[in-house]
């Protein structure tokens, strides 16, 4: 009995293990494409009118703190005014889905499987059958990394008015999440430590 606790104690601690290497090294990535980001916004000029969208959401924001307007009103009006900023800043959206396809999937194809974070701590992704390969370092991107929300976002932007748009972002925003979430659990309680997107992608994290 204390043989088989123990092993017990022994594997959930290498489950915990694997989860915070890879919650870690998603945390360094993250770190690095914000401050990427960032860089970009230094030499990106807005536009007099995002800025004066800008404005009209916080006088929006502030006019339903105040109570004179009502939810549903705010709701309608701030989605109209995301999505035409959306518009106005359509090409530092483009960029910033070249710099995700570059660092989680360019890079790791060239870089034994590995982003910045995977290399700190000592982790990689590999193929289930062979080489990695491209298109699977893309569909891992397409889940988990917002690849794929960026690029269906920037495909509606001008297909869609404000509000449908606003819909379909936050149902984009809580599917993200819900990935996640499973996620966490199946690299906790699966033997194999596979997230969704290692399964859909065949790949796996060592």
């Given at each position: 009995?204390?043989?088989r606790k123990?092993?017990?104690n022994?594997e959930?601690?290498?489950?915990?293990?694997?989860?915070k290497e890879?919650?870690?090294a998603?945390i360094i990535?993250m770190?690095?494409?914000?401050?990427a980001?960032s860089?970009?916004?230094?030499?990106?000029?807005t536009s007099?009118?995002?800025?004066?969208l800008?404005?009209?959401l916080?006088?929006?924001?502030d006019?339903?703190?105040?109570?004179?307007?009502?939810l549903?009103?705010?709701i309608?009006k701030q989605?109209?005014?995301?999505?035409?900023?959306?518009?106005e800043?359509?090409m530092f959206?483009?960029l910033?889905?070249?710099l995700?396809?570059?660092?989680?999937?360019?890079?790791p194809?060239?870089?034994?499987g590995?982003t910045?974070?995977?290399?700190?701590?000592?982790?990689?992704?590999i193929?289930n059958?062979?080489?990695?390969?491209?298109?699977?370092?893309?569909?891992?991107?397409?889940?988990?990394?917002?690849l794929g929300?960026?690029?269906?976002l920037?495909?509606?932007?001008?297909?869609?008015?404000?509000?449908?748009?606003?819909?379909?972002?936050m149902l984009?925003?809580?599917l993200?999440t819900?990935?996640?979430?499973?996620?966490i659990?199946?690299i906790?309680k699966r033997p194999?430590?596979r997230?969704?997107?290692?399964?859909?992608?065949?790949?796996?994290?060592?």
């Amino acid at each position: 009995m204390k043989l088989r606790k123990y092993l017990m104690n022994m594997e959930r601690k290498m489950k915990m293990s694997k989860f915070k290497e890879r919650a870690f090294a998603y945390i360094i990535d993250m770190i690095i494409v914000s401050l990427a980001f960032s860089f970009i916004t230094i030499f990106f000029n807005t536009s007099s009118n995002y800025k004066k969208l800008s404005q009209e959401l916080n006088d929006v924001t502030d006019s339903f703190v105040n109570e004179e307007i009502n939810l549903d009103t705010y709701i309608h009006k701030q989605a109209d005014i995301n999505h035409d900023m959306d518009k106005e800043i359509i090409m530092f959206n483009v960029l910033n889905g070249f710099l995700l396809v570059g660092y989680f999937v360019i890079l790791p194809y060239y870089w034994n499987g590995q982003t910045v974070g995977k290399r700190v701590m000592g982790i990689n992704i590999i193929s289930n059958e062979g080489t990695l390969t491209f298109n699977q370092l893309i569909i891992r991107a397409l889940i988990i990394d917002g690849l794929g929300s960026l690029i269906i976002l920037l495909s509606l932007v001008y297909i869609l008015t404000g509000f449908p748009y606003y819909i379909v972002n936050m149902l984009l925003n809580a599917l993200e999440t819900i990935l996640t979430i499973i996620s966490i659990i199946f690299i906790i309680k699966r033997p194999d430590h596979r997230a969704v997107h290692d399964l859909l992608s065949g790949t796996k994290v060592i």
